[in-house]
């Protein structure tokens, strides 16, 4: 649906409708069915359930009876009572007024208490009523009624620890600000346009993620919006932006009440921030960097109360465990951990060094890895410093692999060999945490800081969104076997079809359905196909014989022509020339 839009135009049967058409309201998409793939993806690529953040669909609203419009009373939600619509939960948020053409309807879905236990498919449908003022010659205003079906799956809720939650809050991208590449080989990629979203660039592992058996949701609200009771696992990617001191404290309370956490850091550096700025010919400026491939500095605050940091070197390499190897692409290492956990070490390029100096340099003995149980009961959290091999943008080779056995290991505390087998040794000591790059802009397109004199500060933290859920106005009918269907147009008495209808027929449209448009004539009750695709190839044929008889009309008249006498030349007047006055030049 996002990829292809409505499909192919067919003109010949626009034409049959618009010459009937009758100013009215639609709907875009014209139904809601998570249930129908690919063309719902990616909404029918995960069932809901009870206590899952709510599945949020924008539909349009496309007003044809004028420029503006607007919305008459509230939208109302009406579960099919035979198709078990009391099952789902529905909230609405609307634009009161149209304008210009177009408004919008929010729908937001998910499963009622009652399905905590229930599987099957839930049905109902939306109506709301538009009205626009009315043209010249008109007394009433115009009025339509728009129905928007709605099918879901709904799925008994699963266990904690199959279901992952992904951070997106602290997913910041291009436009607006500046934020680089997380692979610095990309060079003719420099910005981060992608959102780090797991329906964008992170598709390729979700999909992963679901055909291994685990449920993934969106939170797109600060970590003090979600109840950590709920979830296994919450996976912090490629964070940009920062984090308010309220989501510190509760993330800490939550890992220790059993809520584990992974996260996928990436490079930061401030010399190499610098060296990544360009010159923007548009608007004439110089473009610095607002944070590194990750905001490492705020990442850090947000590992402090277990005693892990990352460091700001950046490295590059290929490594392996056991059988399965690794690509590490523009990635950082870390430079502060607990002793007693799990620290895997690799041998790596100085990415970092070769982009200051010029010059590759290979060290030994990187932490990449870190794995981590405060206490028997706490939470179990995962630092690697790379997320490029889950990154669909820039991969050269994936480590679904690793982040499945580190699943595993926050989820049901199994622990892979790959990572048990290799010697822990305490890391160095490290020079200091890395620092924000001073006179950086982050604040301008940041969600948590605010301008201030000095350094900027972190905004009050908002409120959590809180949905307000449509009493439904149950429906004692059957939904409709197919929810793929035209949208039902209004039409005029007598549309002006030429040469298709004779005159004693007086028509009036039928429901346009899917195929061929079909009329029905009132005063006979017979169907007629306005289907002209027939006529084609007679049009075909009679021009073909069109055009041979001209050119055998051509051919025979230039048959018949008399033959054109030749013009006299001039030889022997230019020999008396030569012979008096020398040779004529040549033209």
């Not at 060079?187 to 592992?205: E, Q, R, V, Y």
């Not at 448009?517 to 073909?544: C, H, Q």
Request: charged residues 20%; neutral net charge.
């Amino acid at each position: 649906m996002f990829e292809q839009g409505h499909g192919k135009l067919d003109l010949v049967k626009a034409y049959q409708i618009l010459s009937s058409y009758k100013p009215q309201a639609s709907l875009s998409p014209s139904y809601i069915d998570l249930t129908e793939c690919p063309y719902m993806w990616p909404y029918c690529s995960q069932p809901i359930y009870h206590g899952a953040m709510p599945t949020i669909i924008n539909v349009t609203i496309l007003n044809g009876m004028g420029v503006t419009g607007h919305v008459v009373e509230r939208p109302v939600w009406q579960p099919y009572t035979p198709q078990n619509g009391n099952y789902i939960e529905v909230a609405l948020s609307y634009s009161p007024n149209l304008w210009p053409w177009a408004g919008y309807v929010a729908v937001s879905i998910t499963a009622s208490k009652s399905a905590a236990n229930w599987e099957g498919i839930a049905q109902g449908q939306i109506t709301l009523t538009v009205e626009s003022p009315p043209e010249n010659g008109e007394e009433t205003p115009r009025r339509s009624t728009l129905k928007l079906p709605v099918k879901v799956k709904v799925i008994p809720t699963p266990p904690r620890n199959k279901r992952i939650l992904w951070d997106q809050y602290h997913n910041l991208r291009y436009p607006p600000g500046y934020f680089p590449r997380d692979n610095l080989r990309m060079k003719n990629d420099p910005l981060d346009w992608n959102g780090d979203h797991i329906h964008t660039n992170f598709k390729d592992m979700y999909e992963h993620l679901r055909q291994a058996g685990f449920f993934v949701e969106v939170l797109g609200s600060p970590l003090t919006c979600f109840d950590a009771h709920q979830y296994g696992t919450v996976l912090i990617v490629d964070p940009e932006e920062e984090f308010f001191p309220e989501e510190i404290s509760k993330l800490k309370r939550d890992v220790d009440n059993g809520l584990s956490v992974i996260v996928f850091a990436d490079w930061y550096n401030t010399t190499v921030m610098k060296k990544v700025k360009f010159y923007d010919e548009n608007t004439r400026q110089w473009w610095m960097p607002d944070t590194g491939g990750s905001n490492i500095p705020a990442l850090n605050e947000l590992l402090a109360p277990w005693g892990m940091a990352f460091g700001d070197n950046v490295f590059e390499g290929e490594f392996k465990l056991l059988d399965h190897k690794c690509q590490f692409t523009s990635g950082t290492s870390i430079i502060k951990f607990p002793q007693d956990g799990v620290i895997i070490r690799q041998s790596l390029k100085d990415q970092g060094y070769e982009v200051v100096k010029g010059q590759t340099q290979s060290m030994e003995d990187i932490p990449v890895l870190g794995l981590h149980q405060h206490n028997e009961g706490s939470g179990r959290i995962v630092l690697f410093g790379d997320s490029n091999c889950i990154d669909s943008s820039h991969m050269q080779s994936d480590c679904y692999w690793l982040l499945e056995a580190l699943l595993q290991y926050t989820a049901y505390s199994n622990l892979s060999p790959m990572f048990s087998e290799q010697e822990s040794l305490p890391l160095p000591p490290y020079d200091g945490l890395p620092t924000r790059l001073e006179g950086n802009h982050l604040y301008r397109y940041s969600k948590v800081l605010e301008a201030h004199l000095g350094q900027p500060k972190p905004r009050p933290l908002p409120a959590c969104p809180h949905l307000a859920w449509a009493k439904g106005d149950p429906l004692n009918i059957s939904a409709p076997s197919n929810l793929f269907q035209h949208q039902k147009l209004l039409s005029v008495v007598e549309p002006v079809i030429p040469n298709i209808l004779s005159k004693r027929d007086n028509p009036i449209p039928r429901i346009i359905q899917e195929g061929n448009p079909i009329w029905e004539n009132r005063n006979s009750g017979n169907v007629v196909s306005l289907d002209n695709t027939g006529t084609v190839p007679l049009l075909a044929f009679i021009s073909v014989v069109l055009v041979l008889g001209f050119f055998a009309y051509q051919l025979q008249k230039n048959r018949n022509r008399p033959a054109r006498r030749k013009r006299p030349r001039f030889r022997k007047s230019n020999k008396l020339l030569e012979r008096f006055q020398g040779k004529v030049p040549a033209v």
